[in-house]
C-alpha cells in the first residue's frame, strides 16, 4: 500500500495561499500596530530592508493553524515509538520484540538487524540507529515498535525483553580520562581535543601587574523547545520515500537516509515541518531513520512523536563545562595573557562536540586584543546522553569565564566595567588569535551607547535607600561571534521565479525554525529584485524544491543566505529586464525594473503587467544567487580566517539580589548590538528578548541533574525554566549604526549571541550588588547565599 | 485512560453514595489539577471518576456577620483570591490563593483539592492550618468534623477514610479586634511553580498595651512530610514583641521541629533556613496588619 500526499499551496503547507495569508498579515499588522504604533505602509515600495514588518506566520500559530508534525495525520497511520536503554553502559546480550510483535496493534518491531551496518551522525557517523551490541547512555535506542495507537505502541515497548550486561559507567570527564578507565568509544575516551596559542604566554603573564586565576563550572542544560521531536514517513506511489521532519536542516537527513537505506537520493524527500523552537537541538538525529524504516517495513505511514522524558533524556544537551583560567593585565588595564583550559563533557557520542569544541578554541580570548594567549581544550566522552549544539556552541560558558574574570579585573584595578574592555575591545585591523584581520567591528560603538546609561543607573543605585536585605547592582558583558560555521565552507544558494501573474517565489533550503528568517530573506530577495515584499513567497527546507543551502544554525542564515537572496535578486532582475526587452524589442539598458514597476525609457508599466507580457516565458526567468565566502582555518592549529565576518555586542543589566535568602531577580536589560544593518527590527528585537529569557534560564535556575547516569529532572516540574513574571519586561534593544561591507545591504544577523552575554553580566552585577563573585551556573539561590555568608563570616 | 467511569454527583450524599458502591476504586476529582497530572504520567489509572466541582454543599463562600467563614471544598482558588468579603475578614487566605502558580492552576484548582491531596508543600493547607480551620469531612455514617490541625497525617495521607470526602472547610471568628493575618512564600520563579518551595502563613494578634503577640497561629509548607502546625514556635513567639530576641526564640524552636526535606534543588538546611526568613518576615507583616506598625520587611 501507498500513501497520497496532497500538498497544500504555499509555505510550508501551514500557511496557506498568498490569497489566504494575505487577510492574516493585514490582522497581524493591527495587532502590531496596537502596540509598536504606526508601522510604514510597504504595500508598493521597492525596498525594506531596515524595516519593521510583521511576519506572516505568527497568527497561524497563536491560533493553532500551524500544522507541526505530530498534527499531520494520514490514512492507515501507524504510531511508533523507541524501546530505550535503561543502563548508562552495558553490553546487549540479548533482545527478544517475539511478546512485543504479538502485542495487540503491533505492526513490526524494528531492531539494529534491520537498520543495517551504517551509522548515523552529524559530523561524524558514530552513532547506531538502534543499538546493536552495547549501549553507551539510558536512553539510548535499542529498537522501535509501531503499532495502531500510540498507547499500543508504548504498550508493546515494554514486552520487549533486553539482556543486559552492565558495564561501568564513566560519569565525568575526569574519570573517562583517568588512567585505565573503560573505552565508551572504540577510539578512546577523548573525543577531541584542541590546542591554539598566541605569542609568549609565560612573557604575557610576567608582563601584567595583576594575573587573576579561577575555576568556573556550568551545568548540563536542555534546549527546552515547546515542541518535541517528530516526524512522519511515507511512501509515494511513484516510491519515493518522504520524511517530514521538525528539523534545523532537512538536507542534511535527505543525504544521511539515502545513505544509510541504501536509496538513490531522488526516491528520498525531506520536508521541514513547522519547527517549534530548535536552539541547536534540531540539528541532529531524533526519529527520521526510524519512521523511515518502519514506513518501508509496515508499507503504511508511521509516525514518531518523542514524549517530554525522552527530550530530556535521549535528546542533545548543552554541554557541561569546566574553566581553569588565568587572566593577566597591566596596571592600566591592558590584557596581557589569557590562559585558559576547557574541559567538556561530550556524552556517549560525538554529535557535534567537535563544532562546539573548536568554537570555543577559535573564540577564545574573545573579542578583546589579547597579544599572548594559550587555551587547551579536551571533550571527554562519558555515558551520558551525547551533548550537541546549543545556542552558541559553547561560547555563553567561555563568555562567562572571560567576562566575569574581566569584571574581577576592572574592580582590582579600579576601572570602570565598560573603560576596562573599551581598552581591549577589537577594532578594525585588529588580528584574532587566529589571526584573522577584522573588519567593520562595531564593538566599541556598543560600549559607547551604553555608557551612559551604566553611569546614570550607577549613581541613581548609590543614591537609593535600602530596603531590608534587598541590593541592586549592575553588570556588563561583551561578546564577538563569529557568523557561520567554524572554518569550512558552508555555502548558501537561493532561486527565484516568478509567474505570469506576478506572485514572486523565493527558494532557499535555509528553513526558517521559527526566527522569521523566511520575511527577512523575503525583504532581501525583493529589494535587490525591485519588487514589492507583498508579492514574494518564500519556500525554504524542502529537500525536493530546495538546494542545499546549509542548515539554520551558527547564526548563518542573514549572512549567508541572506547574500544568496541579494544575488538571486539581482540576477532575477536582470533576466526579467531582459526578457521585458526582448518582448518589446528595446535595448536591454533601456529597461528598469525597480519599486515594482518596469520602465522603458519614459513609459512605466507595473511588474504585474509585465509578468502578463512574458508570461509564457516566465518559468524560464529563473535567478540563481550563491553566496561561498573563502573561510578557512587549519582544523589541526586553528589558524587562518574561520568566519566571513563577526558579530559584537554589549549587554548592561541590573539585578535585583535578596540577601537574605540568595534570590537573584534580572530587573533590566539594556542590550547593545553590532549586527550590521537590521533587516527587520521586529525580528531582530524579538531575538533579543528570547535571549534574554534563554540567558535568564541558564544564569539562574536552569539544570539537567544527573545521578549515576541518569537524568532525574525529566519534566518542566523540576526543570525550572523563568516564567513571564521572571523576565523582566524593561529589556531595551539597541542596534548601533553599522554597516559590514561583505554582508547582504550590511547584515550581519543576531540570532545566537543576544544569550551570551545574560549569565556573565548578571554575576558581575551580583558582585557589584553583593561583593561576592558567583563562579557556576546555574546561580541558585542556595548557592549565593553560600558564598554571602562566607563574605560575612571572613569579615572582622 | 480506556474504560474509566465519569459521573456528577449533584451533591455530598451522590458522591459518598458513588464512593461507597466503587468500593475503593473510585477517585473524587473537582479541578483535576494534581489528579488528571498523576493519571497523564501513568502514576493513577481510576477505573471511576466522581466529579464534586458541582455538588450543591461543596459551593460558595460565607461570611457570617461575626466574622465565621465557611469555604466550599469545589471552591476554586479564583473564588477565594477574588472575594472581596474573604479579603476584608482575612486578608492571608485572599493573598495566599491570588499567587497560588498560575491563572489556569487558580481557575481550575479548588481548596478541597488541594487540602486532600495534602501535598507538604500546597499553600492552603499552610494557610488553614494557620487560621486552625475545620474541615467538615462528608461519609456514609452523616458527616463528621476533623480539625485542620489534625488531619494530616502522612505523606500524601490524611484522616479521610476511603469512603469519605471534604465537604467545606470552616474558620472560627477571629478571637480579638487586632488581629493581622499573612501568608508568604518562596520559590525559584515569581509564578508557574508547581508548589512553593516554603511557605508559610501567620494568624496573631498584637496587645495594644505592651505590644505582644498572642493567639499566634502558624502554618508552614515545604518543612517536612506533611504541612507543619509549628506549636513550639507558637509557643516561643507568645507573650513576646516580634524583636531579635523573639526571632532567635522562634529560630531555635522552628529548627526543633521542622524536618524539610532535600530535593534535587535546595537541600534541607537551606528549606530550613528559608524558613526561618520567610517566617519571619510574614510575622512582621501579619503584626503590622494588626497595628502594630513597623517597616516593611
Known amino acids: ?796 | 485512560m480506556s474504560g474509566c467511569r465519569f459521573t456528577v454527583a449533584r451533591t455530598a450524599a451522590e458522591a459518598v453514595a458513588g464512593l461507597a458502591e466503587a468500593d475503593g476504586e473510585a477517585h473524587i476529582i473537582a479541578g483535576g489539577v494534581a489528579l488528571v497530572l498523576l493519571m497523564n504520567e501513568g502514576l493513577l489509572q481510576p477505573s471511576w471518576l466522581i466529579d464534586v466541582s458541582r455538588a450543591a454543599e461543596l459551593q460558595g463562600i460565607d461570611v457570617a456577620d461575626d466574622g465565621a467563614i465557611r469555604i466550599g471544598a469545589a471552591v476554586t482558588h479564583r473564588e477565594v483570591a477574588a472575594s472581596a468579603r474573604l479579603a476584608s475578614v482575612c486578608p492571608m487566605l485572599a493573598e495566599m490563593a491570588a499567587e497560588i502558580a498560575c491563572g489556569r492552576v487558580m481557575n481550575r484548582g479548588t481548596v478541597g483539592g488541594s487540602i486532600c491531596l495534602a501535598d507538604p508543600q500546597g499553600d492552603p493547607p499552610a494557610a488553614l492550618l494557620a487560621l486552625d480551620a475545620t474541615f467538615r469531612l462528608a461519609g456514609p455514617e452523616g458527616g463528621r468534623d476533623v480539625a485542620a490541625r489534625d488531619f494530616f497525617r502522612d505523606l500524601y495521607v490524611t484522616a479521610l477514610t476511603e469512603n469519605e470526602l471534604l465537604q467545606h472547610v470552616r474558620i472560627a471568628p477571629p478571637p480579638t479586634a487586632h488581629r493581622g493575618t499573612a501568608f508568604g512564600k518562596y520559590a525559584a520563579r515569581q509564578a508557574m511553580d508547581y508548589a512553593s518551595t516554603v511557605s508559610a502563613a501567620v494568624s496573631l494578634a498584637r496587645d495594644p498595651a505592651d505590644g505582644s503577640m498572642s493567639d499566634i497561629g502558624l502554618g508552614l509548607g515545604g518543612c517536612g512530610t506533611i504541612p507543619v502546625w509549628p506549636q513550639k514556635t507558637e509557643a516561643a513567639l507568645r507573650g513576646r514583641r516580634p524583636d531579635t530576641e523573639a526571632f532567635a526564640a522562634m529560630r531555635a524552636a522552628l529548627a526543633e521541629e521542622t524536618a524539610p526535606i532535600g530535593d534535587m534543588l535546595y537541600s534541607a538546611d537551606y528549606k530550613r533556613h528559608v524558613a526561618a526568613v520567610i517566617l519571619e518576615r510574614t510575622i512582621k507583616a501579619a503584626y503590622r496588619r494588626a497595628g502594630g506598625g513597623g517597616p516593611d520587611p
Not at chain 1, 574541559?343 to 589579547?370: E, F, K, N
Not at chain 1, 594559550?374 to 560558558?397: Q, Y
Open chain 1, 1 to 796: 500500500m501507498s500513501s497520497h500526499w496532497t500538498e497544500p499551496e504555499g509555505e510550508k503547507f501551514a500557511l496557506g495561499t498568498l490569497a489566504e495569508q494575505a487577510h492574516w498579515k493585514r490582522e497581524y499588522r493591527r495587532i502590531v500596530e496596537g502596540v509598536r504604533g504606526r508601522l510604514p505602509d510597504v504595500g508598493d515600495a521597492g525596498g525594506t530592508v531596515g524595516q519593521p514588518i510583521p511576519r506572516n506566520d505568527a497568527l497561524y500559530k497563536v491560533r493553532g493553524r500551524a500544522r507541526y508534525a505530530a498534527n499531520i495525520e494520514m490514512e492507515g497511520m501507524l504510531h511508533a515509538c523507541f524501546v530505550r536503554s535503561e543502563h548508562p553502559h552495558a553490553r546487549i546480550l540479548g533482545l527478544d520484540t517475539s511478546k512485543a510483535e504479538k502485542a495487540p496493534g503491533v505492526r513490526a518491531a524494528l531492531t539494529a538487524a534491520d537498520a543495517g551496518e551504517e551509522l548515523i551522525g552529524t559530523l561524524v557517523a558514530d552513532t547506531p540507529v538502534l543499538a546493536r551490541d552495547r549501549v553507551r547512555y539510558a536512553g539510548e535506542a535499542i529498537a522501535a515498535i509501531a503499532a495502531d495507537t500510540p498507547a499500543q505502541a508504548a504498550a508493546a515497548a515494554q514486552l520487549v525483553a533486553v539482556e543486559y550486561e552492565p558495564l561501568p559507567a564513566i560519569l565525568t570527564p575526569e574519570e573517562a580520562l583517568a588512567e585505565g578507565a573503560v573505552e565508551i568509544d572504540p577510539e578512546g575516551n577523548v573525543l577531541i581535543a584542541l590546542h591554539n596559542e598566541r605569542g609568549d604566554i609565560e612573557a604575557g603573564l610576567a608582563e601584567a601587574d595583576l594575573v587573576l586565576e579561577n575555576d568556573y563550572a556550568m551545568a548540563q542544560i536542555e534546549h527546552c523547545f515547546l515542541e518535541p521531536p517528530a516526524g512522519i514517513a511515507f511512501v509515494d506511489p511513484d516510491g519515493v520515500l518522504t520524511v517530514m521532519v521538525c528539523t534545523q536542516y532537512p538536507h542534511y537527513h535527505h543525504k544521511q537516509i539515502a545513505r544509510v537505506l541504501g536509496r538513490p537520493m531522488d526516491k528520498v524527500r525531506v520536508v521541514q515541518t513547522v519547527v517549534g523552537g530548535g536552539f541547536g537541538g534540531k540539528m541532529d538525529n531524533t526519529v527520521e531513520i526510524a519512521v523511515a524504516l518502519l514506513a518501508l517495513k509496515t508499507e503504511r505511514p508511521v509516525r514518531m512523536v518523542y514524549t517530554r522524558e525522552e527530550v530530556f533524556t535521549a535528546t542533545t544537551k548543552r554541554h557541561p563545562m569546566k574553566v581553569k583560567q588565568r587572566l593577566g593585565a597591566t596596571r592600566d588595564g591592558k590584557f596581557t595573557a589569557l590562559d585558559a583550559e576547557y574541559l567538556l563533557d561530550g556524552g556517549a557520542y560525538r554529535s557535534y562536540s567537535i563544532t562546539v569544541s573548536g568554537r570555543c578554541v577559535i573564540h577564545a580570548g574573545m573579542p578583546y586584543m589579547i597579544p599572548n594567549l594559550r587555551v587547551d581544550l579536551t571533550t571527554a566522552f562519558t555515558n551520558h546522553v551525547p551533548c550537541g549544539a546549543m545556542r552558541s556552541f559553547g561560547i555563553v560558558k567561555t563568555a562567562f569565564a572571560l567576562e566575569c574574570q574581566i569584571s574581577e579585573m576592572a574592580e582590582r584595578l579600579g576601572l570602570s566595567p565598560i573603560e576596562i574592555r573599551r581598552r581591549n575591545g577589537f577594532v578594525d585591523g585588529d588580528t584574532t588569535a587566529t589571526g584573522q584581520t577584522l573588519h567593520d567591528v562595531g564593538l566599541l560603538k556598543t560600549l559607547d551607547a551604553l555608557e551612559p546609561i551604566y553611569r546614570k543607573r550607577k549613581a541613581e543605585i548609590a543614591a537609593a535607600p535600602k530596603v531590608g536585605s534587598l541590593r541592586r547592582g549592575l553588570g556588563v558583558a561583551c561578546l564577538g561571534y563569529g557568523i557561520g560555521y567554524s572554518g569550512v565552507r558552508n555555502p548558501s544558494t537561493a532561486r527565484i521565479r516568478v509567474d505570469g501573474e506576478g506572485t514572486v517565489t523565493a527558494y532557499c533550503g535555509t528553513p526558517d525554525i521559527g526566527t522569521g528568517s523566511d520575511m527577512s530573506l523575503a525583504q532581501i530577495a525583493s529589494q535587490a529584485a525591485g519588487v514589492s515584499v507583498n508579492r514574494v513567497n518564500v519556500v525554504s527546507g524542502d529537500s525536493t524544491k530546495t538546494d542545499d543551502s546549509g542548515p539554520t544554525s551558527a547564526s548563518r542564515t542573514t549572512y549567508f543566505s541572506g547574500n544568496a537572496a541579494l544575488i538571486a535578486g539581482r540576477d532575477f532582475r536582470r533576466r526579467f529586464e531582459a526578457a521585458v526587452a526582448g518582448k518589446l524589442r528595446a535595448p536591454a539598458d533601456r529597461v528598469r525594473l525597480e519599486a515594482d514597476t518596469v520602465t522603458v525609457d519614459n513609459e512605466a508599466m507595473s511588474f504585474k503587467e509585465a509578468c502578463r507580457l512574458v508570461a509564457d516565458e516566465a518559468p524560464g526567468i529563473v535567478g540563481y544567487g550563491k553566496f561561498d565566502p573563502d573561510i578557512e582555518a587549519d582544523i589541526l592549529t586553528l589558524k587562518g580566517n574561520p568566519y566571513p565576518t563577526y558579530t559584537f555586542a554589549t549587554h548592561l543589566v541590573e539585578i535585583e539580589i535578596d540577601e537574605a535568602l540568595g534570590s537573584l531577580a534580572l530587573a533590566r536589560v539594556w542590550a547593545a548590538h553590532d549586527a550590521g544593518t537590521i533587516v527587520n527590527p521586529i525580528g531582530s528585537e524579538g531575538q533579543i528578548e528570547g535571549g534574554v529569557a534563554q540567558g535568564l534560564g541558564q544564569a539562574v535556575m536552569e539544570k539537567v541533574v544527573r545521578e549515576n547516569g541518569y537524568v532525574v529532572n525529566p519534566h518542566y516540574r523540576d526543570y525550572l525554566l523563568p516564567g513571564a513574571k521572571d523576565v523582566p519586561l524593561d529589556i531595551e534593544c539597541i542596534f548601533v549604526d553599522n554597516y559590514d561591507r561583505t554582508g547582504p545591504y550590511g547584515a550581519k544577523g543576531v540570532a545566537e549571541v543576544s544569550l551570551i552575554p545574560i549569565p556573565a553580566a548578571m554575576a558581575a552585577a551580583v558582585a557589584d550588588a553583593s561583593a561576592v563573585r558567583p563562579a557556576r551556573l546555574p546561580m541558585e539561590s542556595e548557592y549565593l547565599l553560600r558564598l554571602i555568608e562566607r563574605r560575612d563570616g571572613a569579615k572582622p
